[in-house]
């Protein structure tokens, strides 16, 4: 939700700044601005609209600078204009502020500025900052002073980063939102993610919240907020430049589709021995959980959809658990003790419902596990420990194989779980482990020989789509519809199997296909059922399931088939063919995929 980019050193940082802000589009795209510091001053320009508005606007190389601050906004304070858009500057041009989040006190802050003579041009919490800063520059501060005692005023979340007229440095601080900073060889870097300086290094350092960095072509320190220095270790990140480009792909998330075989290789890799069913997992050795008598799982959107598909596992198993929409949790917690494991799933782990949920139950004494794909992320900070799905990175806004990878990764953790609460295993133990092991190479069967292209056409003018499914199928089939939704902005909707004839089937016609998805367990009769009365009202029926849902295959009018696999994987099998549904449809009615409409792939306001 809004990206920023930082560029410290030699020669002209115009380009570094734009391509980092490619790499960032997918934290929010309806506008993007760059501020140079050069010989003349600041020179601040914005456009609305994506990142190629703001490249036509810079239509010649006159606009230079060695020290460059960028942004690509997801608006949250006024619509996407020009005059909204950021980098924002103070009264006097000479102070340029680049923010991510929400200044919660900003009107406040904005009166009293008003009061004191500041003009503003925008309508948006952010531009309080360069006015802030511009207020102590006046009062005699130095710039760092000047930066330091604004960011002291603010509440709220925010990751900023400004620069001062005369001074070669930027000044850059996080509170709740991420910023990394990336040393290069003669350069540094500072971003919302590490996408956006990947290409020219792989050594980052994490700032942590209160953290004021001063960053100058011969280099940065970072200190608190009363100024004194603090160490942070420099990281090395595992991920390849080439990871985030496209690949010869039309779309990011084609490309994320089709890298899921290697994604759910790496969550497994090391972790299971399919043969004893013995879980190998980094932070939470055997009796991690003994004492655990309840799990509550929060997350949000397609990371919601994966926490629920372990629910229903770990209940299956002998465990008491909830899987929780974290925004409502936050407001409402449920009863939680020492004896409750939360597990925070979350793919960017920055979403910030995700993130409130967390908070709500501090001083509960409760156990917190992070399970998110982004080292050095926020809630990796925020919870006792973490489990990483080793995804490597995904830009698509739409999750994809990140999905996939949190099922598997949660799999293994959940029999972790289910081992120390219960003294079991997951059900079938052998045959599970083994699916975990092969489902890599299931998924590359099907990618290879999927017809969800042909079955996204036919269905192409539909008046809505509808999906179904049972225990681990139902979140699939939320997921399903969420993913056709999203990109294709056509209507789409999961309902669990047996809820249908509860209401829903009111909206059931010859113009709305029903996407029912089969486990292959004895739940299928059921499902089945559901099935016969949907096409008892017209409804085109397309089945997704594997030879074990044979006779739902045949009863329904199209299929989508899947390798055959453990019943409690089938769902990941069948997800990966709504997927491709979903893009093929969103294809051929020429949507922005990688971008849809009004979404940021980084949620960070609640
Ligand atoms: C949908 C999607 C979102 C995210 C949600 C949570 O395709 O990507 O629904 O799943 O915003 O994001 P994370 O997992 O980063 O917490």
Same mark, same amino acid.
């Given at each position: 939700?809004?990206?920023? /980019?930082?560029?410290?050193?030699?020669? +002209?940082?115009?380009?570094?700044?734009?391509?980092?802000?490619? +790499?960032?589009?997918?934290?929010?795209?309806?506008? $993007?601005?760059?501020?140079?510091?050069?010989?003349?001053?600041?020179?601040?320009?914005?456009?609305?609209? #994506?990142?190629?508005?703001?490249?036509?606007?810079?239509?010649?190389?006159?606009?230079?600078?060695?020290?460059?601050?960028?942004?690509?906004?997801?608006?949250?304070?006024?619509?996407?204009?020009?005059?909204?858009?950021?980098?924002? /500057?103070?009264?006097?041009?000479?102070?340029?502020?680049?923010?991510?989040?929400?200044?919660?006190?900003?009107?406040?802050?904005?009166?009293?500025?008003?009061?004191?003579?500041?003009?503003?041009?925008?309508?948006?919490?952010?531009?309080?900052?360069?006015?802030?800063?511009?207020?102590?520059?006046?009062?005699?501060?130095?710039?760092?002073?000047?930066?330091?005692? $604004?960011?002291?005023?603010?509440?709220?979340?925010?990751?900023? $980063?400004?620069?001062?007229?005369?001074?070669?440095?930027?000044?850059? /601080?996080?509170?709740?939102?991420?910023?990394?900073?990336?040393?290069?060889?003669?350069?540094?870097?500072?971003?919302?993610?590490?996408?956006?300086?990947?290409?020219?290094?792989?050594?980052?350092?994490?700032?942590?919240?209160?953290?004021?960095?001063?960053?100058?072509?011969?280099?940065?320190?970072?200190?608190?907020?009363?100024?004194?220095?603090?160490?942070?270790?420099?990281?090395?990140?595992?991920?390849?430049?080439?990871?985030?480009?496209?690949?010869?792909?039309?779309?990011?998330?084609?490309?994320?589709?089709?890298?899921?075989?290697?994604?759910?290789?790496?969550?497994?890799?090391?972790?299971?021995?399919?043969?004893?069913?013995?879980?190998?997992?980094?932070?939470?050795?055997?009796? %991690?959980?003994?004492?655990?008598?309840?799990?509550?799982?929060?997350?949000?959107?397609?990371?919601?959809?994966?926490?629920?598909?372990?629910?229903?596992?770990? #209940?299956?198993?002998?465990?008491?658990?909830?899987?929780?929409?974290?925004?409502?949790?936050?407001?409402?917690?449920?009863?939680?003790?020492?004896?409750?494991?939360?597990?925070?799933?979350?793919?960017?782990?920055?979403?910030?419902?995700?993130?409130?949920?967390?908070?709500?139950?501090?001083?509960?004494?409760?156990? /917190?596990?992070?399970?998110? !794909?982004?080292?050095?992320?926020?809630?990796?900070?925020?919870?006792?420990?973490?489990?990483?799905?080793?995804?490597?990175?995904?830009?698509?806004?739409?999750?994809? &194989?990140?999905?996939?990878?949190?099922?598997?990764?949660?799999?293994?953790?959940?029999?972790?779980?289910?081992?120390?609460?219960?003294?079991?295993?997951?059900?079938?133990?052998?045959?599970?482990?083994?699916?975990? =092991?092969?489902?890599?190479?299931?998924?590359?069967?099907?990618?290879?020989? =999927?017809?969800?292209?042909?079955?996204?056409?036919?269905?192409?003018?539909? &008046?809505?789509?509808?999906?179904?499914?049972?225990?681990?199928?139902?979140?699939? $089939?939320?997921?399903?519809?969420?993913?056709? &939704?999203?990109?294709?902005?056509?209507?789409?909707?999961?309902?669990?199997?047996?809820?249908?004839?509860?209401?829903?089937?009111?909206?059931? %016609?010859?113009?709305?296909?029903?996407?029912?998805?089969?486990?292959?367990?004895?739940?299928?009769? &059921?499902?089945? !059922?559901?099935?016969?009365?949907?096409?008892?009202?017209?409804?085109?029926?397309?089945?997704?399931?594997?030879?074990?849902?044979?006779?739902?295959?045949?009863?329904?009018?199209? =299929?989508?088939?899947?390798?055959? #696999?453990?019943?409690?994987?089938?769902?990941?099998?069948?997800?990966?063919?709504?997927?491709?549904?979903?893009?093929?449809?969103?294809?051929?009615?020429?949507?922005?995929?990688?971008?849809?409409?009004?979404?940021?792939?980084?949620?960070?306001?609640?």
């Amino acid at each position: 939700m809004c990206g920023i /980019t930082v560029r410290v050193g030699d020669g +002209n940082a115009v380009p570094e700044l734009l391509d980092g802000l490619e +790499n960032l589009e997918y934290r929010g795209y309806d506008s $993007a601005g760059i501020a140079l510091q050069n010989d003349v001053g600041i020179d601040v320009i914005k456009r609305e609209g #994506t990142l190629d508005s703001l490249r036509n606007a810079i239509d010649d190389d006159s606009l230079h600078g060695t020290i460059g601050i960028g942004h690509t906004r997801w608006s949250t304070h006024g619509p996407p204009t020009d005059e909204n858009a950021h980098p924002h /500057t103070d009264c006097t041009g000479e102070i340029a502020v680049v923010h991510n989040g929400i200044i919660e006190n900003y009107q406040e802050l904005r009166e009293e500025l008003e009061a004191d003579g500041h003009t503003f041009t925008s309508e948006t919490d952010t531009e309080v900052v360069p006015h802030l800063i511009e207020s102590k520059r006046n009062a005699g501060l130095s710039p760092e002073s000047a930066f330091r005692t $604004a960011v002291e005023r603010l509440a709220g979340s925010y990751a900023i $980063a400004a620069i001062v007229d005369g001074t070669d440095a930027v000044f850059a /601080t996080r509170h709740g939102s991420p910023l990394v900073l990336g040393r290069g060889a003669d350069r540094y870097f500072l971003a919302s993610d590490i996408p956006a300086f990947l290409q020219h290094t792989d050594q980052v350092v994490y700032l942590e919240d209160g953290d004021i960095a001063r960053v100058e072509p011969e280099g940065y320190t970072i200190t608190d907020l009363q100024g004194n220095v603090v160490k942070r270790n420099i990281e090395v990140v595992d991920w390849d430049a080439e990871d985030v480009g496209k690949g010869g792909y039309d779309h990011y998330m084609l490309k994320e589709i089709h890298e899921q075989p290697t994604a759910l290789r790496q969550a497994v890799r090391g972790r299971v021995d399919s043969f004893s069913g013995d879980v190998d997992l980094e932070s939470a050795p055997p009796g %991690t959980f003994s004492d655990i008598d309840r799990v509550h799982l929060v997350a949000m959107g397609t990371s919601w959809h994966a926490a629920m598909y372990i629910q229903s596992l770990l #209940t299956e198993n002998g465990v008491d658990a909830g899987a929780y929409m974290a925004g409502e949790y936050a407001t409402s917690p449920p009863p939680a003790g020492p004896n409750t494991l939360v597990l925070a799933v979350s793919q960017s782990g920055e979403t910030a419902d995700t993130l409130s949920a967390v908070r709500s139950i501090q001083g509960a004494n409760v156990q /917190t596990v992070a399970v998110t !794909n982004v080292v050095g992320s926020t809630i990796t900070r925020e919870c006792d420990s973490s489990i990483f799905i080793r995804a490597g990175p995904e830009i698509g806004v739409a999750a994809t &194989k990140t999905f996939s990878s949190q099922v598997v990764t949660l799999s293994i953790l959940a029999e972790r779980i289910v081992r120390d609460v219960t003294g079991t295993s997951i059900r079938n133990t052998s045959g599970f482990f083994e699916a975990l =092991s092969t489902v890599p190479g299931d998924v590359q069967q099907l990618l290879d020989d =999927s017809n969800a292209e042909a079955i996204a056409e036919h269905f192409l003018d539909s &008046k809505s789509y509808f999906f179904i499914g049972r225990n681990t199928c139902y979140p699939v $089939a939320l997921e399903g519809a969420l993913k056709f &939704k999203e990109i294709t902005y056509e209507h789409a909707e999961g309902f669990a199997a047996s809820e249908l004839k509860h209401g829903p089937l009111a909206l059931v %016609t010859d113009e709305t296909p029903v996407f029912a998805i089969f486990s292959g367990d004895e739940d299928d009769t &059921k499902t089945l !059922n559901n099935v016969k009365e949907v096409q008892a009202r017209d409804a085109p029926v397309v089945a997704v399931g594997s030879n074990s849902s044979q006779e739902a295959i045949g009863q329904a009018d199209y =299929s989508l088939e899947i390798p055959e #696999t453990h019943p409690a994987i089938s769902g990941v099998l069948a997800n990966v063919q709504l997927q491709l549904v979903a893009y093929h449809a969103a294809n051929k009615l020429d949507r922005a995929i990688d971008k849809p409409r009004n979404l940021a792939k980084s949620v960070t306001v609640e």
